[in-house]
């Protein structure tokens, strides 16, 4: 019997390690089971053109469909997995099917983390299936509440005043994006929405969400109140780790797994939004949230399955498009970095270096993604920093 190996989870994890297995040469059984109905695709169209009606999910797919079946990789859209044993090595789908495994890998990803309201015009947005609901509430009802004010609060505020509802972002931090901004490129951020309708209020800890006026009502911890049609909350996301508990594998805010994608369980692997693995320079575990985190932990995981070297750890690194400009940024920011400002934050082209002890270790940049992608360099060497940092293209 030809080796079997199964992933779980259709997201660019999973999708991204099934494609490098057979590209390394693996010749055995790939089943790749995905919850979600449609092909695998680009997770972060979500928030722009698919919310927006711009684009389509059979252009945002990762491969067309007849990719899968060229590549016999045996794709299965629409099946759940509902349990592990990993004495037996085997996996139940909710299909009523055990397939046994040679190796696993669990790509299970994350889910949206919700407040408990109970009113059917709160929302939330993590996949296509959570695209109609919103854009409907958002066209028809004209208005919309965004607690929180990260990249998916962010980009749906964006992409909402693009549909011409007005909007209303609630953000409980003194900044946006301020996990993966400095407090100059967030304050650029609020400006951006400000100047393009965006109502943007910041230091508000929403408390409750009710349904009052056929609409809904943001209650804050301080007694003000925001109403809307509609809200969504975007205040992160929670690793899906259900399987693997149930499985007996070491959970700890994700599925910890080691530098190799291994999980506490024999030939187990993991990777993507549903993992945490320790980061020495960081001394702490962390969990990968970017989607190029994901793809290249897919293509790590599926190396480590094949006993293959794999490459070290990129330096994390993503993009946001909000009202016609895109930012990039990458590594690790913290509010006590000192900054080096390279060209016009104002003009909207810039490159700005965060330096911990006269080393890189953080940037985001805008129209200068050559620099960018020449600084994640220097923060991979972790070299100190020399003007310039980046050399003029």
């Known amino acids: 019997m030809s080796e079997r190996i199964v992933v779980v989870g259709a997201g660019v994890a999973g999708a991204t390690a099934a494609q490098t297995l057979r590209r390394e040469g693996f010749a055995g059984e790939i089943v790749l089971v995905g919850a979600e109905p449609d092909l695998p695709y680009r997770r972060p169209a979500v928030s722009k053109d698919l919310l927006a009606g711009t684009g389509t999910i059979e252009r945002a797919a990762l491969k067309p469909a007849a990719f899968w079946a060229e590549s016999r990789i045996d794709l299965r859209p629409g099946v759940t997995a509902e349990a592990v044993d ?8 909710a299909t009523g099917e055990t397939l046994g495994y040679d190796s696993l890998l669990l790509a299970t990803g994350a889910r949206a983390r919700t407040l408990d309201t109970g009113s059917k015009r709160v ?10 609901a919103l854009r409907a509430a958002v066209t028809t009802g004209g208005s919309l509440l965004i607690i929180g004010g990260g990249l998916i609060g962010c980009e749906v505020a964006a992409t909402a005043r693009g549909l011409g509802a007005r909007v209303t972002l609630l953000n409980a931090g003194s900044e946006l994006m301020d996990r993966v901004l400095p407090a100059p490129v967030s304050a650029l951020l609020r400006r951006r929405h400000v100047e393009h309708g965006v109502r943007v209020e910041n230091d508000v800890v929403t408390t409750d969400l009710v349904d ?18 509609a809200a969504l909350v975007a205040i992160g996301s929670v690793p899906d780790t259900a399987l693997a508990e149930a499985a007996g594998i070491t959970v700890n805010d994700g599925i910890v797994v080691d530098h190799h994608h291994r999980t506490s369980a024999h030939n187990v692997f993991a990777a993507g939004d549903a993992t945490t693995v320790y980061h020495p320079l960081r001394g702490a575990y962390e969990r990968p949230q970017h989607w190029n985190s994901a793809m290249s932990a897919g293509a790590a995981a599926a190396m480590s399955i094949l006993g293959l070297p794999a490459a070290t750890a990129e330096v994390p690194w993503g993009w946001t498009d909000q009202h016609g400009r895109s930012l990039q940024f990458a590594g690790w ?22 330096l911990h002890q006269s080393i890189p270790v953080g940037a985001v940049a805008m129209a200068r993604p050559r620099d960018l992608r020449a600084t994640r360099t220097l923060i991979d060497a972790g070299r100190p920093y020399r003007t310039p940092a980046v050399p003029a293209p």
């Open 86 to 93: 990993t004495d037996r090595a085997t996996v139940r789908l």
């Open 212 to 229: 009052a006026d056929g609409g809904v009502t943001a209650v804050a911890a301080d007694g003000r109140t925001w109403s809307a049609a």
């Open 333 to 354: 920011l913290h509010p006590h970095n000192e900054l080096i400002v390279d060209g016009d934050l104002d003009g909207g082209e810039f490159l700005v270096t965060a």
């Open 123 to 132: 929302h939330t947005l993590r996949g296509r299936g959570d695209i109609e």
